[in-house]
């Protein structure tokens, strides 16, 4: 869909089908990007898709970094010290069990009249933390726990401090749990279209937004959508590629091996 040229895949009402494109054509990508085509549809109508792109990427990486940032220590508090209790891991996992709007219209309310965070990287990265947060808990308690307590205890016989021991002994042996989180996370905060939908229009339109309003005349354009959906495919697979080699090894990895 995305290399097919106007008249393969607008073709209601005439009964045709293009499976495969007959006319290959560069052009839906030029039309998310404001380059000059010679196609027939309106290239006015739609602003470049590059603004959007670069607010996904600040939002979901921001989002991701600050989920991580929080959540390891949280999930290595809980894991190690038992940090609030048996029933605390299970109050953090009930901020995901509402459904997001529940949350998103009084929040939209307090970012817009009290913080003045509507509509900014900021409240995006925030709300994407506080959301993506809880899984960050979750997958890396679990990790944490597969790591022997005996590794955190003989780096402070040997000097280390608490957070010296967690930096220089404990998080080394979970970075590949940390690689594959870190990816889930943020292929959750990259995807996501309803809180950037309620929180954001302009200055911090993410491209999922951007994409669910290609319309032009009250026309769907689906070669446009299909190659802007084409190049927000590459982030993610670009950064599991990245990481692949940790990916296996979070879930194999272990202190100690025969």
């Keep these: 869909m995305a290399f097919k040229p106007v008249d393969e895949w607008e073709t209601f009402g005439t009964g045709r089908v293009f ?6 054509t560069l052009d839906n990508f030029r039309v998310i990007f404001k380059i000059k ?18 607010h996904s990427l600040v939002a979901a990486v921001g989002g ?3 989920a991580l940032l929080v959540g390891t220590f949280a999930a290595y508090g809980i894991a190690r010290f038992r940090a609030g209790g048996r029933l605390f891991p299970f109050a953090i996992l009930q901020l995901r069990m509402f459904p997001p709007i529940v949350f998103l219209i009084p929040l939209f ?8 965070l509507w509509d900014t990287y900021l409240g995006l990265i925030l709300v994407y933390g506080a959301t993506s947060f ?3 808990v979750w997958l890396m308690r679990s990790f944490f726990l597969d790591v022997p307590r005996e590794i955190s205890e003989a780096a402070i016989v040997d000097g280390c401090t608490q ?10 042996q979970v970075k590949g749990g940390l690689a594959a989180t870190g ?3 943020f292929i959750l905060n990259w995807s996501d279209l309803m ?14 937004v951007y994409l669910s309003g290609l319309h032009a005349d009250e026309v769907t354009q689906f070669g446009p959508q299909a190659a802007l959906g084409l190049l927000l495919i590459l982030p993610p697979t670009i950064l599991a590629i990245a990481v692949r080699r940790y990916l296996v090894r979070g879930l194999t990895f272990g202190a100690i091996r025969r």
């Design 163 to 172: 957070w010296g021991a967690f930096f220089k002994a404990v998080l080394p």
């Design 19 to 24: 499976w495969v494109p007959e006319q290959p």
């Design 109 to 116: 309310f307090f970012f817009w009249v009290y913080l003045d």
């Design 195 to 208: 809180i950037a939908l309620v929180l954001s229009q302009n200055r911090a339109e993410t491209a999922t």
């Design 183 to 185: 990816l889930f996370v």
């Design 134 to 136: 809880v899984f960050v």
């Design 37 to 54: 085509t010679n196609s027939s549809f309106v290239e006015a109508t739609f602003p470049s898709a590059v603004a959007p792109i670069e």
């Design 64 to 66: 991701t970094g600050l």
